[in-house]
């Protein structure tokens, strides 16, 4: 039996407001003027393997459709390689907007489970966070734990390689004024939800 | 007509307009009709839907009569739009026309303001200055100038020739200065136009037969404008013609000398055929060239370069003796009353959108490189062929080549779209080619237009909506090696698609000339923030300029194609035909004057003045102003020391007066 | 010529080579990099991703750092280093919502930033701080029928193109010239190498990496150049899985630092060229040991 | 006078063919920016006599704002050159008056720039209106004042502290 399923969209369906909060965070104004072209499509280097071209995206973005993008595989996909920022004709900072939008994915818990990417942003965040630098190899391995710890057997050539190239740090790298960083990052966070209030 | 001097009894007439709703919804019109009704003076306040109707007008004319009305003040829009007609409105209720001052409500209040007391309070504030200051004005007349009926047309493409024809056959003297060597412009470079696929040379060239023929046409080619003086009316204009080496008189267009050359094969890139071919420095620009006589490239040109040469073209002219290489430049002054401005534009350089390879890949080609290879007199007799001689079996077409994009020219170039595909359609007449035209949003709005889209679309033209990324020579795939291949987002699909081409066509935009900013101020004109030029209303007024006496038509202004630039070159010609017509200027009568007795001779303002209309009197030792050539900008004015100097309609007092009514706290 | 010098963490880890081969090629060119004292992490993409006002005090850190060593540019040899501060300026100058959180948070450890401190790519600072004629005097061994395939990678270009053009750069071209390298014309320059996908999603990551190192093979490049220590990674230490999944592609990718120092002669070992996994070529005429 | 409902009052003069029409530009283009701005037309910015600008500041207004042809595209062909001379030597009368620079502006606005009039009044309401009222009627009360002060002092010899506080004002404004 062939399968069939309804694409329509009600406009139940839609996030009022969504649309305009992407363009609120700052480099996200100009979506507002996309054309639909399909530039941005067509030079992204990994548009071949989404869902939702970042053409698409944009269309979602401004019809309010939040949910449809925040679930979508796009945004974890773009690698900011910035091709479609620098040549949007009317100058749409998508990666910028690709950025906000997995911001609000990683906020609100909405994004494709056990799907490594926002695991290694997060990763990344907290070894900053306690470090104040990454050691690429803790960070991979951490990775891999969190996800498809069967995966990383696959890589055990590429992992010898490393080692006799003596490129594998085993010792974490840190800052020394730690405290000082997490002083500062504290502080962000604590004036994070109402940015305007300055002291 | 009655004057009435006597500034103690004033009984002005304010009206305020509602426009409809353009002024009514952000001003108070009955608050401020009541407010100005207390004001000294005021013996009429009225408020009203539409004052520049006929009924509006009709009002002013009565209270005139009822009210024994001697001032009369109208808030409604721009004086530009409408002062004229509230003026003879109020000449027609018998009261001299500059008794009247208008207040600009609209543009300058209802429609940039969204606070609607803050409006309300500004409207007024102007109504107060404009009672104020309408009690200094006084009874003036209107002067009239003879207009010199001759026409400078600068720009001999569709709508230069237009222009000059139009006027030329009702019985204007034209002089028609173009810059190249021949007349016909962009037009005569196409081979066939759209939608009727007519013959561009077939429809052109008689026209430019005429020019040539017409006994009311001075036709001067290798020419260009060097300095304009006056103005409307009376200009006066030097234009400068640059040695071709050749008399044109003597010429017959005979080409032996081109034979003759001491080069004997082409050398250099042909201009008509976008350096698709190349010629000898004496060439004639394309057969059915107006003046049809040669030109010689004074660049490539050994004899005029090196002096060393042995003119074997002079032999081969023989007895005709046309070829003259002691011509020199020359300056010619002509004196015109009206001059219609038709330079074009220039085509965006493809070069600019290196993502597209032209100038990297040979096959990637312009739209107009296209148009001369498919033309039967072009370089290729009409085959359409890749570098290599082969016939292209795909050809892909790119819409919106530095146009629609706000890294390079932010507008449509309008004509794009539909003469894309009528290449699209010429090719696949000509070739065995699958023809792709790549889209962001077909524009085809013209008559006739929609219906050749849909041509387009039953031959199999493909149509991919999606603005191409890229072209490159690299291959992912077996049927891509030795291929251009374009990527895109098939929009309409959804996907992204690699499309291998033999040869890709950019459709590039439409730009500016790269001088038109020197134009623009020898005719004293106004450009747009992208370097098109300015029409003084974008509805009404079309093709006049800010600048009376001067006309734009055709591309100058912006892009279009050939049925607008004919339409614009006619009504450009219309306009300068009704002043011509009219047979004087009637001049606003704003100018500068002396007040003898109060001029202390210091003599700083007579350098001021750019019209030269001060002079020095040495024996009385006083300053004189020669009104008929006073413009009225009052730098004069606002420099006399001794303040003897004045000027009608912006006399000192009436600006105090307006300076206090705007401050006047409401 | 002095610069505060911001490695970042590449450099000290995976990218170590590029540090390896980027101190002594400055040194021999007179220019003294001081590295910026207590650094941290620049927050990289994956910060970004996360929340963008705290990726702009994390590399806040670092400008205010810079700001407060001296009045010299800051040089980031690391591609993603470069563009999230150069990003952070912009943020900060751009938009006074996040400049105000930024201040806040230097000014819990006592740090300022006033946006003087110009970011500097090596690339930047080789050609047109100390230009080609100071660097061809260096060279004592011309890279002589060394194929180069220039390879900018994303970031350096793009989205700030400040001191090449983000289409066709050709700073890297001009520099390999000056070296004796063969440049070969290699349209690809700044495609993406897949970033951080090649380990989170290889399938798509590595194709990218793949498509680069063919071309660089088909076009006939003995070697690829990069700047970026993630391009690098990329190019050099997938060639097992890359070759397993679409064949091979094999050649070797060098930074431009080390081929700098190659040209400059400085032994080969010194300059972390036994780093690479896929080994470069000994150069044929001047008989430099790898 | 710091009423709180004061709103900036500035003086615009414009030439008809570059300003004028850039402000009706503005208006058909539907821009919207402050009210506080009155215009008032001339047929060149050459026209604007420095009387002019004191003229509006005595009578009241905070600012005064002279808009014309960029330089080079006068309509006139270089009256805009007269108006910067007597801008330049009129500013430094200003100055010494002690009136800020942000009050009294020249701009180049062309017939196609009705974005920058609108950018221009912007800036200009909001420049004056940090700066407060200029409020020079009540201020020439007060030197009037302190003029017969000085005068009827110089007479009585002494009460230097009296005389040489009101001075201050002025003198530090101008500083």
Same mark, same amino acid.
Request: net charge neutral; charged share 25%; aromatic share 8%.
């Given at each position: 039996?062939?399968?069939?399923?309804?694409?329509?969209?009600y406009?139940?369906?839609?996030?009022?407001?969504?649309?305009?909060?992407?363009?609120?965070?700052?480099?996200?104004?100009?979506?507002?003027?996309?054309?639909?072209?399909?530039?941005?499509?067509?030079t992204?280097?990994?548009?071949?393997?989404?869902?939702?071209?970042p053409?698409?995206?944009?269309?979602?973005?401004?019809?309010?459709?939040?949910?449809?993008v925040?679930?979508?595989?796009t945004?974890?996909?773009?690698?900011?390689?910035?091709?479609c920022?620098?040549?949007?004709?009317?100058?749409?900072r998508?990666?910028?907007i690709m950025?906000?939008?997995?911001?609000?994915?990683?906020?609100?818990?909405?994004?494709?489970?056990r799907?490594?990417i926002?695991?290694?942003a997060?990763?990344?965040?907290?070894?900053?966070?306690?470090?104040?630098?990454?050691?690429?190899?803790?960070?991979?391995?951490?990775?891999?734990?969190?996800?498809?710890?069967?995966?990383?057997l696959?890589?055990?050539?590429?992992?010898?390689?490393l080692?006799?190239?003596g490129r594998?740090?085993?010792?974490?790298?840190r800052?020394?004024?730690?405290?000082?960083?997490?002083?500062?990052?504290?502080?962000?966070?604590?004036?994070?939800?109402k940015?305007?209030?300055?002291? | 007509?009655k004057?009435?001097q006597?500034n103690?009894?004033?009984?002005?007439?304010?009206?305020?307009?509602?426009?409809?709703?353009?002024?009514?919804?952000?001003?108070?019109?009955?608050?401020?009709?009541?407010?100005?009704?207390?004001?000294?003076?005021?013996?009429?306040?009225?408020?009203?839907?539409?004052?520049?109707?006929?009924p509006?007008q009709?009002?002013i004319?009565q209270?005139?009569?009822?009210?024994?009305?001697?001032?009369?003040?109208?808030a409604?829009c721009?004086p530009?739009?409408?002062?004229?007609?509230?003026?003879?409105?109020v000449?027609?209720?018998?009261?001299?026309p500059?008794?009247?001052?208008?207040?600009?409500?609209?543009?300058?209040?209802?429609?940039?303001?969204?606070?609607?007391?803050?409006?309300?309070?500004?409207a007024?504030?102007?109504?107060?200055?404009?009672?104020?200051?309408?009690?200094f004005?006084?009874a003036?007349?209107?002067t009239?100038?003879?207009?010199?009926p001759?026409?400078?047309v600068?720009?001999?493409?569709?709508?230069?020739?237009?222009a000059?024809?139009?006027?030329?056959?009702?019985?204007?003297?034209?002089?028609?200065?173009?810059?190249?060597?021949?007349?016909?412009?962009?037009?005569?470079?196409?081979?066939?136009?759209f939608p009727?696929?007519?013959c561009?040379?077939?429809?052109?060239?008689?026209?430019?037969?005429?020019?040539r023929?017409?006994?009311?046409?001075?036709?001067w080619?290798?020419?260009e404008?060097a300095k304009?003086?006056g103005?409307v009316g009376n200009?006066?204009?030097?234009v400068?013609?640059k040695?071709?080496?050749?008399n044109?008189?003597?010429?017959?267009g005979?080409?032996?000398?081109?034979?003759?050359?001491?080069?004997?094969?082409?050398?250099?890139?042909?201009e008509?055929?976008?350096?698709?071919?190349?010629?000898?420095?004496?060439?004639?620009?394309?057969?059915?060239?107006?003046p049809?006589?040669?030109?010689?490239?004074?660049e490539?040109?050994?004899?005029?370069?090196?002096?060393?040469?042995?003119?074997?073209?002079l032999?081969?002219c023989?007895?005709?003796?046309?070829?003259?290489?002691?011509?020199?430049?020359?300056?010619v002054?002509?004196?015109?009353?009206?001059?219609?401005?038709?330079?074009?534009?220039?085509l965006?350089?493809?070069?600019?959108?290196?993502?597209y390879?032209?100038?990297?890949?040979?096959?990637?080609?312009?739209?107009?490189?296209?148009e001369r290879?498919?033309?039967s007199?072009?370089?290729?007799?009409g085959?359409?062929?890749?570098?290599?001689?082969?016939?292209?079996?795909?050809?892909?077409?790119i819409?919106?080549?530095?146009?629609?994009?706000?890294?390079?020219?932010?507008?449509?170039s309008?004509?794009?779209?539909?003469?894309s595909?009528?290449?699209?359609?010429?090719?696949?007449?000509?070739t065995?080619?699958?023809v792709?035209?790549?889209?962001?949003?077909?524009?085809?709005?013209?008559?006739?237009?929609?219906?050749?889209?849909?041509?387009?679309l039953?031959?199999?033209?493909?149509?991919?909506?999606?603005?191409v990324?890229?072209?490159?020579?690299?291959?992912?795939?077996?049927?891509?090696?030795?291929k251009?291949?374009i990527?895109?987002e098939?929009?309409?699909?959804?996907?992204?698609r690699r499309?291998?081409?033999?040869?890709?066509?950019?459709?590039?935009?439409m730009e500016?000339?790269?001088?038109?900013?020197?134009?623009?101020?020898l005719?004293?004109m106004?450009?747009?923030?992208?370097g098109?030029f300015?029409?003084k209303h974008?509805?009404?007024?079309?093709?006049?300029?800010?600048t009376d006496?001067v006309?734009i038509?055709?591309?100058?202004?912006?892009p279009?194609?050939?049925?607008?630039?004919?339409?614009?070159?006619g009504?450009?010609?219309?306009?300068?035909?009704?002043?011509?017509?009219?047979g004087y200027i009637?001049?606003e009568?704003?100018?500068?004057?002396?007040?003898?007795?109060?001029?202390?001779?210091?003599k700083s303002?007579v350098?001021?003045?750019?019209?030269?209309?001060i002079?020095?009197?040495?024996?009385?030792?006083?300053?004189?102003?020669?009104?008929a050539?006073?413009?009225?900008?009052g730098?004069?004015?606002?420099?006399?020391?001794?303040?003897s100097?004045?000027?009608?309609?912006?006399?000192?007092?009436?600006?105090?007066?307006?300076?206090?009514?705007?401050?006047?706290y409401? | 010529?002095?610069y505060?010098?911001?490695?970042?963490?590449?450099?000290?880890?995976?990218?170590r080579?590029?540090?390896?081969? *980027?101190?002594?090629?400055m @040194?021999?060119?007179?220019?003294? &990099?001081v590295? !910026?004292?207590?650094?941290?992490?620049c =927050?990289?993409?994956?910060?970004?991703?996360?929340?963008?006002?705290m990726?702009?005090?994390?590399?806040a850190?670092?400008?205010?750092?810079?700001?407060?060593?001296?009045?010299?540019?800051?040089i980031?040899p690391?591609?993603?280093?470069?563009?999230?501060?150069n990003?952070?300026?912009?943020?900060?100058?751009d938009?006074?919502?996040?400049?105000a959180?930024?201040?806040r948070?230097?000014?819990?450890?006592?740090?300022?930033?006033?946006?003087?401190v110009?970011v500097?790519?090596?690339?930047d600072?080789?050609?047109?701080?100390?230009? *080609?004629?100071?660097i061809? @005097?260096?060279?004592?061994?011309? &890279?002589?029928? !060394?194929?180069?395939?220039?390879?900018? =990678?994303?970031?350096v270009?793009r989205?700030y193109?400040?001191?090449d053009?983000?289409?066709?750069?050709t700073?890297?071209?001009r520099l390999?010239?000056?070296l004796g390298?063969?440049?070969v014309?290699?349209?690809?320059?700044?495609?993406?190498c897949?970033g951080?996908?090649?380990?989170?999603?290889p399938?798509?990551?590595?194709?990218?990496?793949?498509?680069?190192?063919?071309?660089a093979?088909?076009?006939?490049?003995?070697?690829?150049?990069t700047?970026?220590?993630?391009?690098?990674?990329?190019?050099?230490?997938?060639h097992?899985?890359?070759?397993?999944?679409?064949?091979?592609a094999?050649?070797?990718t060098?930074?431009i630092?080390?081929?700098?120092?190659?040209?400059?002669?400085?032994?080969?070992?010194?300059?972390?060229l036994?780093?690479?996994?896929?080994?470069?070529k000994?150069?044929?005429?001047?008989?430099?040991?790898? | 006078?710091?009423?709180?409902?004061?709103q900036?009052?500035i003086v615009?003069?414009?030439?008809?063919?570059?300003?004028?029409?850039?402000?009706d530009?503005?208006?058909v283009s539907?821009?919207?920016?402050?009210?506080n701005?009155?215009?008032?037309?001339?047929?060149c910015?050459?026209?604007?006599?420095?009387?002019?600008i004191?003229?509006?500041l005595?009578?009241g207004?905070?600012?005064?704002?002279?808009?014309?042809?960029?330089l080079?595209?006068?309509?006139?062909?270089?009256?805009?050159?007269?108006?910067?001379?007597?801008?330049?030597?009129l500013?430094?009368?200003?100055?010494?008056?002690?009136?800020?620079?942000?009050?009294?502006?020249?701009?180049w606005?062309?017939?196609s720039?009705?974005?920058?009039?609108?950018?221009?009044?912007?800036?200009?309401?909001?420049?004056?209106?940090?700066?407060g009222?200029?409020?020079?009627?009540?201020?020439?009360?007060?030197?009037?004042?302190?003029?017969?002060?000085?005068?009827?002092?110089?007479g009585?010899?002494?009460?230097?502290?009296?005389?040489?506080?009101?001075?201050?004002?002025?003198?530090a404004?101008?500083?």
């Amino acid at each position: 039996m062939m399968r069939i399923e309804r694409t329509i969209k009600y406009e139940g369906d839609r996030v009022r407001g969504f649309a305009k909060e992407i363009m609120g965070v700052p480099g996200c104004e100009q979506l507002q003027s996309c054309i639909q072209c399909g530039t941005c499509s067509g030079t992204c280097p990994l548009s071949i393997y989404m869902d939702f071209s970042p053409r698409q995206v944009m269309a979602l973005v401004r019809a309010d459709f939040k949910n449809e993008v925040l679930r979508s595989h796009t945004v974890w996909l773009c690698a900011s390689c910035y091709a479609c920022t620098v040549e949007c004709p009317r100058q749409i900072r998508i990666t910028d907007i690709m950025y906000a939008l997995k911001q609000r994915a990683i906020k609100e818990g909405i994004y494709p489970r056990r799907f490594p990417i926002p695991v290694l942003a997060k990763e990344f965040f907290e070894m900053v966070r306690r470090n104040g630098r990454i050691t690429e190899t803790l960070l991979v391995a951490r990775l891999f734990l969190k996800t498809n710890w069967f995966a990383a057997l696959g890589s055990w050539r590429q992992g010898l390689g490393l080692m006799r190239t003596g490129r594998l740090g085993v010792w974490p790298e840190r800052i020394q004024r730690r405290a000082e960083l997490a002083a500062m990052l504290s502080a962000a966070e604590s004036g994070n939800g109402k940015p305007k209030e300055t002291p | 007509m009655k004057t009435n001097q006597s500034n103690g009894d004033v009984r002005i007439g304010f009206y305020i307009c509602h426009c409809g709703h353009n002024i009514a919804g952000m001003v108070d019109c009955a608050a401020v009709a009541q407010y100005m009704a207390k004001l000294p003076g005021v013996v009429v306040s009225r408020d009203y839907k539409y004052m520049c109707s006929d009924p509006g007008q009709e009002l002013i004319r009565q209270d005139i009569r009822e009210h024994q009305l001697n001032r009369v003040v109208v808030a409604s829009c721009s004086p530009l739009l409408h002062e004229h007609t509230f003026r003879k409105a109020v000449a027609a209720g018998g009261l001299n026309p500059f008794y009247f001052q208008m207040v600009n409500i609209r543009e300058h209040d209802s429609w940039v303001h969204s606070d609607r007391a803050a409006a309300t309070a500004k409207a007024k504030a102007l109504g107060n200055a404009a009672v104020r200051r309408v009690r200094f004005h006084r009874a003036l007349e209107t002067t009239r100038v003879a207009i010199q009926p001759d026409v400078l047309v600068v720009g001999g493409g569709i709508a230069g020739i237009h222009a000059a024809l139009t006027l030329a056959n009702a019985g204007k003297k034209v002089f028609l200065v173009e810059r190249e060597p021949s007349i016909g412009g962009h037009m005569a470079q196409f081979d066939k136009t759209f939608p009727t696929l007519d013959c561009a040379a077939c429809i052109l060239t008689p026209k430019m037969s005429a020019v040539r023929a017409h006994e009311n046409i001075t036709l001067w080619s290798y020419s260009e404008v060097a300095k304009v003086e006056g103005y409307v009316g009376n200009y006066t204009v030097t234009v400068k013609r640059k040695p071709r080496y050749v008399n044109e008189e003597l010429c017959v267009g005979c080409l032996e000398c081109i034979a003759g050359c001491v080069f004997k094969e082409g050398k250099f890139p042909d201009e008509f055929n976008v350096g698709l071919s190349k010629r000898k420095p004496i060439y004639i620009p394309f057969p059915q060239a107006v003046p049809p006589v040669v030109v010689i490239d004074p660049e490539r040109c050994l004899q005029v370069r090196t002096g060393k040469c042995k003119k074997t073209c002079l032999e081969a002219c023989a007895d005709r003796k046309a070829i003259d290489f002691t011509q020199k430049e020359e300056l010619v002054e002509i004196k015109v009353g009206n001059i219609i401005v038709a330079t074009g534009f220039k085509l965006f350089d493809a070069k600019r959108i290196p993502q597209y390879g032209y100038g990297l890949y040979p096959n990637v080609v312009t739209a107009i490189e296209l148009e001369r290879l498919v033309n039967s007199s072009g370089p290729t007799a009409g085959e359409i062929v890749l570098r290599d001689g082969r016939p292209p079996k795909s050809v892909g077409i790119i819409l919106c080549v530095g146009s629609r994009d706000v890294k390079t020219n932010r507008w449509c170039s309008r004509t794009c779209c539909m003469h894309s595909m009528k290449l699209a359609q010429l090719v696949r007449e000509h070739t065995e080619a699958d023809v792709t035209v790549f889209y962001m949003d077909i524009r085809a709005p013209g008559k006739g237009y929609e219906e050749f889209y849909d041509k387009s679309l039953k031959e199999g033209i493909q149509f991919v909506r999606g603005r191409v990324a890229e072209v490159t020579d690299w291959a992912l795939a077996p049927e891509e090696e030795g291929k251009l291949v374009i990527r895109v987002e098939d929009t309409l699909a959804g996907f992204v698609r690699r499309m291998p081409m033999d040869m890709i066509v950019l459709a590039a935009g439409m730009e500016p000339q790269e001088d038109a900013q020197q134009v623009r101020r020898l005719f004293n004109m106004s450009c747009g923030t992208e370097g098109w030029f300015l029409e003084k209303h974008p509805k009404l007024a079309p093709v006049s300029t800010f600048t009376d006496g001067v006309f734009i038509a055709g591309c100058c202004q912006g892009p279009k194609d050939i049925p607008d630039s004919v339409a614009q070159a006619g009504a450009a010609a219309a306009e300068a035909m009704a002043l011509i017509d009219k047979g004087y200027i009637e001049q606003e009568p704003n100018t500068a004057y002396i007040v003898e007795a109060d001029c202390c001779g210091c003599k700083s303002c007579v350098p001021l003045c750019p019209y030269k209309a001060i002079a020095f009197e040495e024996a009385k030792q006083k300053a004189r102003i020669n009104e008929a050539l006073c413009k009225g900008c009052g730098t004069c004015v606002a420099a006399c020391p001794s303040g003897s100097i004045r000027q009608n309609l912006f006399e000192d007092e009436e600006i105090f007066s307006e300076i206090e009514g705007v401050l006047a706290y409401v | 010529m002095k610069y505060s010098y911001f490695p970042g963490c590449s450099l000290k880890g995976l990218g170590r080579a590029y540090e390896e081969s *980027l101190l002594p090629v400055m @040194e021999r060119l007179g220019v003294e &990099l001081v590295e !910026l004292d207590d650094w941290n992490c620049c =927050g990289a993409t994956a910060y970004m991703s996360v929340d963008e006002a705290m990726a702009c005090v994390l590399a806040a850190r670092n400008l205010a750092i810079a700001e407060k060593t001296g009045p010299h540019d800051l040089i980031t040899p690391c591609a993603a280093c470069y563009l999230v501060l150069n990003k952070t300026k912009h943020n900060i100058a751009d938009y006074p919502e996040i400049n105000a959180t930024v201040q806040r948070a230097l000014s819990n450890a006592h740090l300022s930033y006033s946006g003087k401190v110009p970011v500097r790519h090596p690339l930047d600072v080789l050609v047109n701080d100390i230009g *080609l004629d100071v660097i061809k @005097e260096k060279v004592v061994r011309p &890279l002589k029928g !060394l194929k180069v395939a220039p390879y900018y =990678g994303c970031q350096v270009v793009r989205p700030y193109a400040t001191f090449d053009d983000a289409w066709n750069p050709t700073t890297m071209d001009r520099l390999l010239a000056t070296l004796g390298a063969e440049v070969v014309h290699f349209p690809l320059k700044t495609k993406c190498c897949g970033g951080s996908l090649t380990g989170t999603v290889p399938e798509a990551g590595l194709r990218l990496a793949y498509i680069l190192l063919k071309e660089a093979v088909r076009r006939g490049a003995d070697v690829m150049a990069t700047v970026c220590p993630l391009c690098h990674f990329n190019l050099d230490a997938y060639h097992d899985q890359i070759s397993r999944r679409w064949g091979p592609a094999r050649i070797a990718t060098v930074y431009i630092t080390q081929l700098m120092g190659l040209a400059f002669g400085i032994p080969a070992e010194q300059l972390g060229l036994k780093r690479n996994m896929v080994p470069m070529k000994p150069l044929a005429a001047a008989a430099t040991t790898v | 006078m710091s009423d709180a409902n004061w709103q900036p009052r500035i003086v615009a003069f414009f030439c008809n063919w570059c300003t004028y029409t850039a402000a009706d530009l503005a208006g058909v283009s539907r821009l919207k920016y402050a009210p506080n701005v009155r215009v008032i037309r001339l047929m060149c910015s050459g026209r604007v006599d420095p009387q002019f600008i004191l003229d509006a500041l005595a009578k009241g207004a905070d600012g005064v704002l002279i808009g014309g042809c960029h330089l080079g595209d006068c309509h006139y062909g270089e009256g805009n050159y007269k108006t910067v001379r007597r801008f330049q030597m009129l500013q430094r009368l200003l100055r010494d008056m002690g009136i800020e620079d942000q009050r009294v502006r020249l701009e180049w606005i062309s017939a196609s720039e009705g974005e920058r009039v609108k950018t221009v009044i912007n800036d200009m309401v909001e420049q004056v209106r940090a700066l407060g009222p200029l409020n020079l009627p009540q201020r020439r009360q007060d030197w009037d004042c302190e003029m017969t002060h000085l005068a009827e002092s110089a007479g009585e010899s002494a009460g230097e502290s009296e005389a040489a506080e009101p001075r201050a004002e002025p003198e530090a404004a101008h500083a």
